[in-house]
């Protein structure tokens, strides 16, 4: 088999995984985006500002999306409990629910493109994964394993 540059390799996969997971939150009417919203706010009740930086976006862009997402009932603005002047932005059941199903699917789709590596590559692909991101975000003042506070 050629060998495939490790930038090739690593965009080819992205490719399949963002297809894999555009698919999976077609079939619950969402957009990528939204998607990476849900994924976000699961174990986070950032503000506006911190949820900007952990989707990359900036504030105004970020702005419409909690707009759009609070007419469709997926997210609540709540006071924050440290500064009056800004506010949480937390997930609803419904938006739990619809998050839940996207993933369990994605992960199924993941589950079963990995399933050609033996379980030592398997482990070996996701402790490199984790590494590469955790520093990624570090590098950008992200820390991946903050959770900025538990959901109700």
Do not use: C, W, Y
């Amino acid at each position: 088999m050629p060998a495939i540059s490790t930038v090739d390799g690593l965009a080819q996969l992205s490719f399949l995984i963002q297809g894999a997971l555009e698919r999976r939150a077609a079939e619950h009417d969402l957009s990528l985006i939204q998607t990476r919203l849900l994924g976000v706010l699961r174990d986070r009740r950032p503000t506006m500002q911190e949820l900007a930086k952990l989707l990359g976006l900036d504030k105004s862009s970020v702005t419409g999306l909690i707009d759009r997402a609070e007419r469709r009932g997926l997210v609540t603005r709540v006071p924050s409990p440290t500064d009056r002047r800004s506010s949480l932005v937390v997930l609803t059941d419904r938006a739990r629910e619809l998050g839940a199903g996207v993933a369990a699917g994605f992960e199924s789709d993941v589950t079963a493109m990995l399933g050609v590596l033996p379980s030592r590559d398997r482990a070996d692909l996701t402790e490199l994964v984790g590494r590469l991101l955790v520093a990624h975000a570090a590098a950008h003042g992200v820390d991946l394993l903050d959770t900025l506070g538990s959901p109700e």
